[in-house]
């Protein structure tokens, strides 16, 4: 089993910078890829970012040249570093990990809160 927690979260102003983290404990060599995930309050949760491999990376257009997925500590942290940021990207950010070969996320994080002001 795979547990993940988020931080990093908090109030920034815009067009400044944040990094989240997500530290993974269990069977983490079961995941192949990472993903963050933000959701508004009202909308769909949307995919921002992924890292597969451990250094293949695919970003949402929204968020290309902002922001960089990485790893590190053999894997059980995944980090999401954030520049230039703007009042969209208000949101919930999770984290969540996927098993090889399955479509869907199988494990994911509780969430850290991003407020980003005018």
């Known amino acids: 089993q795979v547990q993940l927690v988020e931080s990093g979260g908090g109030l920034v102003q815009a067009g400044g910078s944040l990094r989240l983290s997500c530290a993974a404990n269990g069977r983490i060599f079961s995941i192949n890829t990472w993903g963050w995930h933000r959701q508004v309050p009202g909308k769909q949760r949307e995919e921002v970012?992924?890292?597969?491999?451990?250094?293949?990376?695919q970003y949402a257009d929204s968020v290309k040249g902002r922001f960089l997925v990485s790893r590190a500590d053999a894997g059980k942290t995944v980090y999401l570093q954030m520049n230039n940021l703007t009042p969209e990207d208000t949101a919930v950010y999770y984290c969540?990990?996927?098993?090889?070969?399955?479509?869907?996320?199988?494990?994911w994080g509780q969430g850290t809160q991003v407020t980003v002001s005018s």
């Open positions: 970012a992924t890292i597969t491999g451990g250094r293949i990376t």
């Open positions: 969540a990990g996927r098993i090889r070969g399955f479509g869907s996320y199988n494990v």
